[in-house]
């Protein structure tokens, strides 16, 4: 009875998934990009895995699924943490083999330190290293005022940037996080930001150095920067991000960590045991939210002449992926051509919230199996038999949903 019922269910919600698909779409919902990773909605209510920390966040970076948060939009002070947005400002605004010189107000700088001194050269992508492994403030200054301009010409650079992310929860005074009034960001925010930024090659690489030495014209020896991110010797898979301390802010981490091709990133803000709990929020993640592969780059739509344009991979829950359902949404149904294909996008649902989009080019003709056999019906461009091609829909659906 048992079996019964469940191939019932699955029945069911194979034919929902079917009555999901739309080919009566205008021209102006026609192909577009995949979402950006990290700006995609969190499905339901996320978890709540209760730590120390006063705000905590976990996300999968692939998909930018929030799959833990308690207190996640809490606005708060973030210390060095601050200093994932000054590199990730740096590198896409900066040149990394520039030569900087470090002013006297670089030089200066109160609280952690690389020792700079003033009218010291060295280049962009070394006070990078320093920014990240060592948490240099006066890196951080050299840095923002090279790129900038100014401090305050910089942070209005690293405020456009959280404003394209969707980091409603913050504003950025200052590149270094030194505590400051209208200084702020939330765990939530802050997950988005890695996030995105773990995304970048130069960013990743900077973020998972063990040690970097680096040219030191002040003396015979190297600069020598050893990483305070211990995750990244007491965690297995351990790739990044940033720690973080202020008297005001107190013990701040990011931490990301990567296994089987999925990778994580945990916030804590204001957590005296952020260690601990970096490692139950990833523990937590991989074992709970592995991620899956949904649909993969060239893969030919069934029913359509498709082809999808990238890999669509996202973190399920035991159970989840039973309720997934996917929209096709071509150009105008009544532009397309059979025998040479139309473009348009994919779009992954889970329950009633949209989880992602797969774009859709034109599959070529000798590979389209959507299109009918006979050479006649493709000349005139006239669909294939429907029943055929509802069945072929039905069998590619549920490859995708019962996998």
Same mark, same amino acid.
């Given at each position: ?36 990773? @990290? ?16 705000? &905590? ?10 799959? &833990? ?36 107000? @670089? ?15 060295? =280049? *962009? ?31 209005? #650079? ?6 394209? #992310? ?38 990743? &690489? ?25 995750? #990244? ?19 701040? *981490? ?41 649909? =993969? ?47 348009? =996008? *994919? ?31 493709? @000349? ?7 029943? @055929? ?15």
């Amino acid at each position: 009875m048992r079996h019964t019922v469940n191939r019932l269910l699955r029945t069911t919600l194979l034919l929902a998934a079917v009555l999901a698909i739309s080919t009566e779409l205008s021209t102006a919902e026609a192909a577009v990009p995949p979402s950006g990773p @990290a700006s995609l909605p969190a499905v339901g209510s996320p978890a709540v895995l209760h730590t120390q920390a006063v705000a &905590s966040s976990l996300m999968d970076v692939a998909s930018g699924r929030l799959l &833990s948060q308690e207190n996640g939009d809490k606005e708060l002070r973030i210390a060095s943490l601050t200093k994932i947005m000054t590199a990730i400002v740096a590198i896409e605004n900066g040149k990394l083999d520039e030569v900087v010189t470090v002013s006297p107000r @670089a030089a200066g700088k109160e609280g952690s330190s690389l020792y700079l001194k003033a009218g010291e050269k060295i =280049k *962009l992508v070394d006070l990078l290293y320093g920014l990240m492994l060592r948490s240099g403030n006066d890196a951080a200054t050299a840095i923002a005022e090279h790129v900038g301009g100014s401090v305050e010409g910089f942070a209005y #650079l690293m405020n456009l940037k959280a404003e394209e #992310l969707g980091m409603e929860h913050s504003r950025f005074a200052n590149p270094s996080g030194l505590d400051q009034e209208g200084h702020y960001s939330s765990a939530n925010d802050l997950a988005r930001l890695a996030s995105y930024a773990l995304h970048n090659d130069t960013f990743r &690489s900077i973020v998972r150095t063990k040690v970097k030495t680096a040219p030191n014209p002040n003396e015979k020896w190297e600069y020598k920067w050893i990483n305070k991110n211990k995750m #990244l010797l007491q965690y297995e898979g351990a790739d990044g991000v940033k720690t973080g301390y202020t008297k005001k802010a107190l013990r701040c *981490l990011v931490s990301s960590a990567t296994r089987n091709g999925q990778q994580l990133v945990a916030v804590t803000l204001n957590d005296r045991n952020d260690w601990q709990d970096h490692r139950r929020l990833l523990d937590y993640g991989f074992e709970k939210y592995p991620l899956e592969t949904v649909i =993969k780059k060239g893969e030919t739509v069934a029913g359509y002449p498709f082809v999808t344009v990238n890999d669509f991979r996202y973190p399920f829950a035991d159970g989840e992926r039973e309720k997934l359902r996917l929209r096709i949404v071509p150009i105008a149904s009544d532009s397309i051509d059979y025998a040479f294909g139309a473009r348009g =996008k *994919l779009a992954l649902r889970l329950g009633d919230q949209e989880i992602g989009t797969v774009g859709l080019a034109a599959a070529p003709s000798s590979s389209n199996d959507s299109a009918p056999n006979n050479p006649e019906a493709k @000349a005139n461009g006239s669909p294939p038999d429907e029943q @055929a091609r509802m069945k072929s829909i039905l069998a590619w659906i549920k490859s995708k949903v019962f996998p």
